[in-house]
Nanobody, 124 residues
């Protein structure tokens, strides 16, 4: 069982940066792959970025590639999403999710554990 709590969201101007954090509870955190997803009003949840349990492999959506970076700290059971050069279209609720496995997963249906989400709003 893993519990996830996101933080770090907020209001930022276009071009600005935010760092989202995902704090995880539970044992053997390094055996869980973690992903970030987002959902904008009226849209379906979409994949943003994911990282393997060891942190050695990542995947990032084309829409944010070059601007967002995922990382993790298994000692402190944390996963981060550094977001730079933010655009108004990045406005959404951002969710952290985890599943027990070593691969990098981009499909939301593969993830078992979800956080409550954190709101990111980018003004133009």
């Amino acid at each position: 069982q893993v519990q996830l709590v996101e933080s770090g969201g907020g209001l930022v101007q276009a071009g600005g940066s935010l760092r989202l954090s995902c704090a995880a509870s539970g044992r053997t955190f390094s055996s869980y792959g973690v992903g970030w997803f987002r959902q904008a009003p009226g849209k379906e949840r979409e994949f943003v970025s994911a990282i393997s349990g060891s942190g050695g492999r990542t995947a990032t959506a084309d829409s944010v590639k070059g601007r967002f970076t995922i990382s993790r700290d298994n000692v402190n059971r944390m996963v981060y999403l550094q977001m730079n050069s933010l655009k108004p279209e990045d406005t959404a609720i951002y969710y952290c999710a985890a599943y027990q496995g070593v691969l990098v997963m981009t499909a939301a249906s593969r993830y078992v554990y979800w956080g409550q989400g954190t709101q990111v709003t980018v003004s133009s």
